[in-house]
């Protein structure tokens, strides 16, 4: 499978509890990005990684979350202490360059309860 | 920084009606400009993109959009849909020469198609 692959497909967790997610880029992917998805809303910007340097975080994330890839191939995103507000959908995507669309995976469905 | 605008939230038609979906963003400078097509149960696709040249897009399934830049808009365009077009369909930009050039979406048109 050459697409990008998110692991796992959903979590339930329960409101304080610490989550880790998993990104798989395409290999030849230099940019790897995060996102969140909540329900009739289009996809919210995170955090953007180019190689494995982290080069941008959205100023509405808290800092309650992170997100790292240590050999600039795949990428965690851990969200500490969740809050029910953290329910949504978390996107992953890679692309060549800044000129390129992205390619999503299939995201991880998050319900804190 | 740049943001996004799709007026039409839900949008019904008819099988074989033709569509056009609108998109205004706002900034001054170089903008890409995307389509991403998210059908149920799956995953945001590509549909189109915008980099330069020619305004009038054309991408998968029959679509096409157009980039009029005094408008700032990038509408979408089918000329008759089908029944399998139903799906979420969101517009999207970035600023490639900007400091931040990760892609904005707007929030989104749902189409459902009646058979």
């Known amino acids: 499978d050459t697409g990008v692959s998110q692991d796992p497909r959903h979590k339930i967790t329960k409101r304080g509890q610490n989550v880790t997610f998993r990104c798989d880029p395409i290999?030849?992917?230099?940019?790897l990005y995060w996102y969140r998805q909540t329900l009739g809303q289009g996809p919210e910007f995170l955090t953007y990684?180019?190689?494995?340097?982290?080069?941008?975080k959205s100023r509405l994330l808290s800092d309650r979350f992170s997100a790292e890839r240590p050999k600039g191939s795949f990428s965690t995103l851990e969200i500490q202490r969740t809050e029910q507000g953290d329910s949504a959908m978390y996107l992953c995507?890679?692309?060549?360059?800044?000129?390129?669309?992205?390619?999503f995976g299939s995201g991880t469905r998050l319900t804190v309860v | 920084a740049q943001s996004v605008s799709q007026h039409n939230h839900h949008v019904i038609l008819s099988e074989a009606a033709s569509l056009e979906l609108g998109c205004n963003y706002s900034?001054?400078?170089?903008?890409?400009l995307f389509w991403y097509v998210q059908y149920p149960g799956q995953h945001l696709q590509l549909l189109l993109k915008?980099?330069?040249?020619?305004?009038l897009v054309k991408g998968i399934k029959g679509f096409e959009a157009e980039f009029i830049k005094s408008k700032f808009s990038f509408n979408l365009r089918k000329p008759s849909v089908q029944w399998s077009d139903t799906a979420e369909y969101f517009c999207?930009?970035?600023?490639?020469?900007?400091?931040?050039?990760?892609?904005?979406f707007g929030s989104g048109t749902r189409l459902s198609i009646r058979p």
């Open positions: 990684f180019q190689n494995e340097a982290q080069l941008e």
């Open positions: 999207a930009v970035n600023a490639p020469y900007s400091s931040a050039s990760k892609i904005i």
């Open positions: 995507a890679s692309s060549e360059d800044q000129y390129s669309g992205y390619t």
């Open positions: 900034y001054g400078g170089t903008v890409n």
């Open positions: 290999s030849e992917h230099n940019r």
């Open positions: 915008y980099f330069s040249g020619d305004p």
